[in-house]
């Protein structure tokens, strides 16, 4: 993994994560180096796309994570030149040479010619935290995601915007030939399209919580819907749970 | 207030030695919203759908005034560790309970329930989509016009189906209930008629009536009016007692 093989290009991510300002969780980033690694392994290609910034600390990861021939594009109201550069001089060079930074507005994204004839197989979602703007900005993913990526959105689950949480699911339910849900936690939500969402959820299933346990994060892999009635698994801090969670009352029964 | 009471120094120490997953945050929450009722008049009867041992239910059965009556509804009653629970409340909390064994989704027109009209609903079941389905269902045809309704495992990673099925219900029927708060593992709904009212009391004192008892707290309501009803509370943790919307953090607007 990134954190503990010194030669891959992924290495060095826990010092940035450390020294950039940022609310992207070390549990979250866990997870994405996971799905990342995971792409990579299942040969899944396509650029990667973050809309909201900040400082780059969550963005940063993905331009590490860009392939040969593959870009990061992070896009933003407003690109912080200084912070950028210097989150950026934390990690290998060939993470800012792959990178483009866009500033814009959101709505407006898929104008920009930096984003023309490109198909994703990541985006990010945490820009403006209003119901409308994930709206719009899902909608804008549904025309530039691959047919094998995900879409990553923020603050899900997250007290201080419900309103983020509520639209998620009001889009999943009005367009499911778009996206399905397969992980929620740590803030994070994880959709991919519907076709794929199986292979995503067994990869989870089957090695998830071992591969972000080796950077010490301990969590509970939970499923405690049943088959029909909710998609997707649930993800947080292990405490006394198991590693697996099925049914409240069959723990063992763990069926998606 | 109550937790300065009596009634609640005795609270405190049953929330500290009964197992459950009632947080305490949300145990005042609880405190300052029943208090809320019983200053403004309301009256029912208290009904929780799953007790466990009974950490939140007592809770109920101590708000319970003259004439009320506290229904504990589980699948299983555990008389055994509801009386050791009990025995820690005023005796006439346990004089004003009821305990019924069954599933929640039997409980339409069982007699323990007739002629009732509840002013406080605590949802707390089966954690499935069906079952909470149903036991909104149950709630909107006992509840009074001025009561609320309590959900337990909002916004918790380990159960997202009722996040979702609250969200669903709310908007499929939005005449029946209204968001009125979310944090702390709960949410609090009430009829659309009278969620306003909730909402002013809670913007006005819910955040210093927590402070007293030293819990930090945030309301917020970053959705513009359109959106989403509803504040959400959580942990101050650099945040302001209100906070509004990002990047015009004054504009509180419901």
């Keep these: ?256 | 207030m109550l937790f300065g009471s009596k009634r609640t120094e005795n609270y405190k120490v049953i929330h500290a030695e009964t197992t459950g997953w009632f947080p305490w945050e949300a145990a005042a929450i609880w405190d300052f919203l029943l208090r809320y009722q019983r200053t403004s008049g309301i009256r029912g009867d208290l009904l929780e759908l799953g007790v466990w041992q009974g950490k939140s239910g007592v809770m109920l059965a101590m708000a319970a005034e003259e004439g009320e009556t506290a229904i504990l509804v589980d699948h299983r009653i555990r008389r055994k560790d509801l009386k050791k629970t009990f025995a820690r409340a005023p005796k006439r909390a346990w004089d004003a309970t009821r305990f019924v064994e069954c599933d929640t989704r039997d409980l339409h027109g069982r007699p323990e329930l007739e002629g009732r009209n509840f002013r406080f609903v605590h949802i707390d079941a089966e954690h499935s989509v069906a079952a909470m389905r149903s036991d909104l269902d149950l709630a909107h045809q006992t509840m009074t016009d001025d009561g609320i309704v309590c959900l337990d495992d909002i916004f918790v990673w380990l159960y997202p189906q009722l996040t979702d099925e609250m969200f669903r219900y709310l908007r499929a029927h939005p005449d029946r209930f209204s968001l009125v708060l979310l944090g702390y593992k709960k949410a609090f709904l009430a009829r659309p008629a009278k969620a306003r009212a909730y909402m002013d009391h809670c913007h006005a004192h819910l955040i210093d009536d927590l402070d007293e008892i030293g819990i930090e707290s945030c309301l917020a309501r970053t959705a513009r009016m359109e959106e989403l009803t509803g504040f959400s509370i959580g942990g101050r943790h650099g945040e302001p007692r209100h906070r509004g919307r990002d990047g015009d953090n004054d504009h509180f607007e419901y």
């Design chain 1, 1 to 256: 993994m990134w954190f503990r093989r010194k030669g891959d290009r992924l290495g060095g991510y826990g010092h940035v994560h450390k020294h950039t300002d940022g609310w992207f969780s070390w549990e979250a980033a866990a997870i994405w180096d996971f799905l990342l690694r995971h792409q990579r392994a299942s040969g899944v290609r396509g650029d990667l796309l973050e809309i909201g910034v900040w400082h780059g600390k969550s963005g940063v990861m993905l331009a590490m994570a860009a392939d040969e021939g593959e870009t990061a594009i992070l896009a933003d109201i407003k690109i912080r030149p200084e912070e950028l550069k210097r989150t950026f001089s934390r990690v290998p060079k060939q993470a800012w040479d792959a990178t483009h930074f866009v500033e814009c507005d959101s709505k407006k994204l898929l104008d920009r010619p930096e984003l023309e004839g490109r198909s994703f197989r990541w985006i990010h979602i945490d820009t403006e935290h209003t119901a409308p703007a994930l709206r719009a900005d899902l909608d804008q993913a549904h025309k530039v995601l691959a047919d094998d990526g995900i879409v990553c959105l923020d603050d899900i689950f997250l007290w201080l915007y419900p309103q983020l949480t509520d639209e998620m699911y009001r889009y999943a339910r009005a367009h499911p030939d778009r996206f399905s849900l397969f992980l929620v936690g740590y803030n994070k939500a994880f959709l991919a399209r519907p076709g794929k969402v199986r292979a995503y959820m067994e990869a989870c299933h089957n090695g998830l919580i071992d591969e972000i346990e080796r950077v010490g994060v301990r969590s509970c892999l939970a499923r405690t819907a049943r088959m029909g009635e909710y998609q997707g698994f649930g993800i947080g801090p292990r405490g006394a749970h198991l590693r697996h969670h099925g049914l409240r009352h069959n723990r063992d029964q763990f069926d998606y």
